[in-house]
């Protein structure tokens, strides 16, 4: 079991910045892969961004690129998300998530573990 706990969600403005950060206990925190997801009211969960093991190797959706970025500290049990030029369009719940498939996992159900998620809100 690997338990996983969200936490630096809140309310900012457009243009803004925030960084999620999602702390790992139970298993051994360098065996997963770790994600992180969004689900806006209405709509189904989507991929955000996911890192490698080691960190070395980073994935992210094209509506975040360039303006999101996913890091890890496996000394720390520790994975963060910095979001900068925050859009209204980013307002979900995201969620932490850890995998242990081999591959790039950029779906939902290859995650085998799930944080109960932080609220980010954007405001206009």
């Known amino acids: 079991q690997v338990q996983l706990v969200e936490s630096g969600g809140g309310l900012v403005q457009a243009g803004g910045s925030l960084r999620l950060s999602c702390a790992a206990s139970g298993r051994t925190f360098n065996n997963y892969r770790m994600g992180w997801f969004r689900q806006a009211p209405g709509k189904e969960r989507e991929f955000v961004a996911t890192?490698?093991?080691?960190?070395?190797?980073?994935y992210y959706a094209d509506s975040v690129k360039g303006r999101f970025t996913i890091s890890r500290d496996n000394a720390k049990n520790t994975v963060w998300l910095q979001m900068n030029s925050l859009k209204p369009e980013d307002t979900a719940v995201y969620y932490c998530?850890?995998?242990?498939?081999?591959?790039?996992?950029?779906?939902?159900?290859?995650?085998?573990?799930w944080g109960q998620g932080t609220q980010v809100t954007v405001s206009s």
């Open positions: 998530a850890a995998s242990q498939i081999i591959g790039v996992p950029y779906t939902a159900n290859l995650y085998d573990y």
């Open positions: 890192i490698s093991r080691s960190g070395g190797s980073r």
